[in-house]
């Protein structure tokens, strides 16, 4: 039906043939006008994400979301699977690359996620090539159950903001003064996946959360509750209403 009212959109469903009648098990949707405008005006950047949903039937809703000339969200793909894994991320990154084409091997585009263990693998393996920024409020989240020191908190933010190594080693300093165990943590952490001075300079964007992709989780809402076509639909109609409004 989305082949044929929207041409040159994409959309793959499985399910589970091995019962009759056939299981739903999950779908992807990339609609054209999505792809285009993500590929034409949209920043190189694309945020990573997956929210339970609250029906009666579970899954999760991935969405792969960029940012436009704006820096306001701007949808380029969802779908609904059973859990979230490397299985299905991997599943859901390859039809994504597809969908866009050459495009996303062939320029420094950006992921931004969190460190789902499984999302983590599935980029590594897929998109070799583009940098990777984990999401420093995922981060501090984990950061703030083992150092609890208001302090800390702030530090933080000062090294993940800091514009260049000088700025950052400075922050780290007061870490190590204020905590050497919290200075030790992060430490380990890679400097180019959550500190704004160690990231690639070829992609020109400061986010360093993935603060947009949860606007769109909070602006599907209500959504997530329905039934998964009904959901799908709305989500659908929304991205369209979403599209030509910022024309």
Known sequence: MI??????SM????????????????????????????????????????CHLKGPYGGVLLAAISLDAN?????????IVEIEDSHTWHWFLELLIE???????????????????????????LLPTSSHRMCCHHILQNFQTHFKQTGLRNLFWEAARAANV???????????????????????????????????PRVKCDHITSNF???????VGEERFKPPI???EH?????????????
């Not at 820096?71 to 779908?79: C, D, W």
């Not at 969908?99 to 393996?125: E, Y």
């Open 3 to 8: 082949s044929t009212t929207n041409p040159g």
């Open 11 to 50: 959309a793959i469903i499985h399910s589970d043939a091995s019962k009759q009648p056939p299981n739903f098990k999950r779908i992807f949707i990339c609609l054209a006008a999505s792809r285009n405008g993500f590929l034409e005006v949209c920043r190189p950047v694309i945020g990573l994400d997956g």
């Open 71 to 79: 820096l306001q969200f701007f949808p380029v793909a969802y779908g």
């Open 99 to 125: 969908a866009a084409g050459r495009d996303l091997h062939h320029k420094p585009w950006c992921i931004i996620s969190d460190r789902q263990k499984g999302l983590v693998q599935a980029v590594q393996t």
């Open 166 to 200: 000088f700025e950052y080693e400075a922050a780290m300093c007061k870490n190590k003064e204020e905590n050497q165990s919290a200075w030790q943590y992060l430490s380990l952490l890679e400097a180019k996946n959550w500190a704004f001075h160690a990231m690639d």
């Open 213 to 219: 992709v949860k606007s769109f989780n909070a602006w």
């Open 230 to 232: 009904t959901m799908l």
């Open 235 to 247: 989500i659908r109609s929304k991205i369209m209403t979403l599209i030509f409004t910022r024309q």
